[in-house]
């Protein structure tokens, strides 16, 4: 009898887990089966550029089905809930689906309903979020007739995918702004819950620089109560006030309810599992992986990248009842678009922090961390090609899984910063 595998989410880590694991695990003895709850795959870095008019929605979406292999059925339906008891997966449709192994890579998602007056009579009015299609497109329309005032950009909490675009948001809103005869009339904000510009503090301090010299506010410490919709503000638990003509907010990222309706989550409906394989740490037959776990480094498609890369041979290993021996380093490297035509790279570990130095070649780069190049910039934008052409259809990409300290330059100490 063949032997059942299925994988709950077909984006970036799901279809890069079924196009790889179709090839190493043998059609006679495995059945894969993966599920999605609509056939539109998003490029989901691309969303950033669509309010400035840089990519259209067209460009930024594909059928799923095109990048799920021969081999691999592809169910299109909402997941209702897992029976752990029973390795079953029951669909809203009423269908259910057996399985011996079961991959959960079902993502984050914006939850606006989670703020209070956040989906309230101003939203897609004059609050905005650019993490969906949706919001991204009607955000464009909103921009064309935003004429001066106090544009905020805000984060609710973290963690978010993608951690760094919103700071990419403000940078590139502020190069719009200048481009269109508009900066000198707009207060931009940046409201953060961080206590600076991210998360790391090397990358912190240079990306606060960056917001300082773009005179952009920063308001940090900022917990978000509610939006109040008749004062047009933001209202934090310490009962300070942002107000604002046009938010463009990241609401609070969450992971699938069905998560949490299986008693699989934590208090954010992230999977916890071991993060140096991505197993749960309740069930020997369900990993989790992508923006779907609970690992602790940044929720983003490199991450998604790298983590499969250890998965896969790890997953051979386990359903043949060998030690798993690869080990995921928390591997994450992000562009961060910087306006002007200009990017910076940022490129980390669970242990190490961004640093200076050049990326993927030491000493050559082309491309430069924590530093503003246009080939960074460039970088970022052949990346569509590749997430498309390469990357989704789990082709070899020549970047090694786990984190180089090769041609960085260590942290500067306080002795050696003064
Ligand atoms: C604006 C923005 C910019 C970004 N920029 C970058 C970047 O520059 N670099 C980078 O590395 N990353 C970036 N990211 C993050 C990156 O896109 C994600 O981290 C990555 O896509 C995560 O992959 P995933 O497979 O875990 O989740 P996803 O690709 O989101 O896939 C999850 C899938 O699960 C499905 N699903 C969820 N719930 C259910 C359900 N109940 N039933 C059925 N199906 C369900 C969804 O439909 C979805 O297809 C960005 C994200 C955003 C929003």
Redesign the pocket.
């Known amino acids: 009898m063949s032997r059942r595998l299925v994988v709950?989410?077909?984006?970036?880590?799901?279809t890069m887990i079924v196009n790889k694991l179709r090839r190493r695990l043998s059609r006679e003895e495995w059945e894969i089966t993966v599920?999605?709850?609509?056939d539109v795959?998003p490029y989901?870095?691309g969303?950033?550029f669509l309010p400035f008019g840089i990519y259209d929605a067209e460009q930024l979406s594909r059928p799923r089905h095109e990048f799920v292999p021969d081999g691999v059925e592809l169910v299109i339906a909402?997941?209702d809930r897992v029976d752990t008891a029973e390795d079953t997966v029951y669909l809203t449709d009423g269908r259910t689906l057996a399985y011996d192994y079961l991959v959960i890579?079902?993502?984050t998602s914006p939850r606006p309903d989670q703020t209070p007056g956040m989906l309230g009579s101003e939203w897609r009015r004059s609050v905005f979020d650019?993490?969906t299609l949706e919001g991204a497109t009607a955000l464009a329309q909103a921009l064309q007739g935003f004429d001066g005032g106090r544009l905020v950009v805000h984060v609710t909490d973290m963690p978010i995918?993608?951690p760094v675009?919103p700071l990419e948001f403000t940078f590139l809103a502020e190069a719009w702004l200048r481009e269109h005869h508009l900066r000198d009339r707009v207060e931009l904000v940046f409201v953060t819950p961080l206590p600076g510009a991210f998360t790391k503090p090397v990358a912190s301090a240079r990306l606060g620089g960056l917001l300082e010299e773009r005179k952009v506010l920063v308001e940090s410490d900022f917990l978000v109560e509610s939006i109040d919709n008749d004062r047009k503000c933001l209202v934090s638990y310490d009962e300070r006030e942002v107000p604002f003509d046009l938010l463009v907010t990241v609401p609070l990222n969450m992971g699938?309810d069905?998560v949490e309706r299986s008693g699989l989550g934590d208090e954010l409906n992230y999977v916890p599992v071991d993060k140096r394989t991505f197993l749960s740490t309740a069930h020997d037959n369900i990993f989790a992986i992508?923006?779907?776990s609970d690992i602790p480094t940044s929720?983003?498609?490199?991450v998604?990248h790298f983590s499969v890369e250890v998965f896969v041979d790890n997953f051979v290993d386990h359903v043949a009842g060998r030690a798993m021996v690869e080990w995921f380093d928390g591997h994450a490297n992000?562009?961060i678009e910087s306006g002007d035509k200009k990017a910076l790279l940022i490129d980390f570990n669970y242990d190490t922090e961004p640093l200076t130095g050049t990326y993927p070649v030491p000493y050559v780069g082309p491309l430069g961390l924590l530093k503003e190049t246009r080939a960074n910039h460039l970088g970022?934008l052949a990346f569509r090609w590749i997430y498309w052409n390469v990357l989704l259809p789990g082709r070899p990409i020549p970047l090694p899984a786990h984190m180089s300290m090769a041609g960085k330059h260590p942290a500067p100490t306080k002795e050696t910063s003064r």
């Open positions: 709950l989410g077909a984006g970036t880590a799901g599920v999605d709850q609509d795959h989901q870095p969303l950033l909402e997941i890579a079902t993502g650019f993490y995918k993608c675009a699938a069905f992508g923006d779907a929720k983003a498609g490199s998604a992000c562009f970022k």
